[in-house]
């Protein structure tokens, strides 16, 4: 095991007090994201999706804030993340949808985690392990209407597939249900450009999902939920609500859609802030480049701040001379190319000391940057930007729900 693997040497890491930085996370905000993402689907049930770490919230103790907020469930991509919330006692239901060949399925059905199926192998699996341990393997069949990716294929293929056709998965569904060694409780797909609305996609996806929901129900499956919206189309295609949402982003109080509504337009709420403390201050000559590649200098005599946050900390490279900050009160940008560990910024003649807090993104209120500002300096998404952060830097939770939850 490598030494940062070590549990004690990475808790000195990311130690507070050893730490010239910090994730900030306010999980009353997520709570209250969830609630307002349930206005917006009425009586339909919300799987809060809580991979990749939450998205760099933290993955437990956003689960719970999410189901403090009133989600039913909780969806993951990896299998091992489904796995930690078991192991932190959270018992409601939990939804995987990555899983290859090799892997031992018979722990995720012994904990009641509901697998996604894709393919044929994948339920042959799930009834092996189901055999194996005495126990009914959950289910969710993924169908892919649309997207291209994982899911079995609803739409027409190539004479040379493999076990991929939606027909095949759904009759093997049927057989080992019968059998009682399986349990289908959904079928679930996902949007190719619910982030554009208006695509003529959006519709022909429902269509298609539509139509494989009732060769299933036809077929002799019936399942409790069916659900197709993520994000962008639990806010902007209600029509597509089904009896379940998947949102994943929006739940930590970022837009989907920025280019439609803001997240203030929604009326949602960041969770995430990032902010670091000045670790050196120095005046610089006209004319003196700074960081690598002297990418930036200034005509005049200037004052510039090191900020201890880099590339391997999360901080996108791709913004460099573009990242928006504010450094002790004031609105600036990052200055030069961002290093592996830390980056300058210019603050003019503002009187900048040691120890001032820099503020990376944060809720935008007080005219602090967002998450969604760093996204366009860096010419990506939102998603991209809070999911980068990574346990180097540690986190810190506030709100009421804090101290209960995290």
Known sequence: MSLSGDPAVAGVLAAPRLWPARVTIDLDAIAHNVGVLREHV????????????????????????????GACSLGVAQASEAVALRRAGVTDPVLTWLVAPGMDLAPLVE????????????????????????TVAVTQLKVDTGLGRNGASALPLPSRDQGTDWNDLVALAVRLSAEGVLRVKGIFSHFAYADAPGHPTVRAQQATFAEAVALAERA???PEVRHLSNS?????????????????????????????GSAADFGLRPAMRVSADVAVVKRLPAGQGVSYGHTYAVDHESTFVDVPLGYADGVPRHASNAG?????GARRRVSGRV????????????????????????????????????????????????TRFGPRVPRHYVGTLAGELA
């Open 324 to 328: 928006p900050v504010q450094v002790a």
């Open 339 to 386: 290093c592996m560990d830390q980056f300058v910024v210019d603050v003019g003649d503002d009187p900048v000391v040691v120890g001032d807090e820099v503020v990376l993104f944060g809720s935008g209120e007080d005219s602090e940057p967002t998450a969604q500002e760093w996204a366009d300096a860096a010419g990506t998404i939102s998603y991209e930007i809070v």
């Open 111 to 134: 904990q009641d985690i509901e697998v996604a199926a894709s393919t044929p192998w994948t339920l042959q699996a799930l009834a092996e392990a189901a055999r194996a341990t005495g």
């Open 220 to 222: 002799g499956l019936e």
């Open 232 to 260: 962008a189309a639990t806010l902007t295609s209600p029509e597509a609500t089904w009896d379940m949402v998947r949102p994943g982003l929006s739940v930590y109080g970022l837009s989907p859609v920025p280019d439609v």
């Open 42 to 69: 009425g009586g339909a049930a919300l799987m809060a999706v809580v991979k990749a770490d939450a998205y760099g919230h933290g993955l437990v103790p956003s689960a719970r804030a999410a189901l403090a907020g």
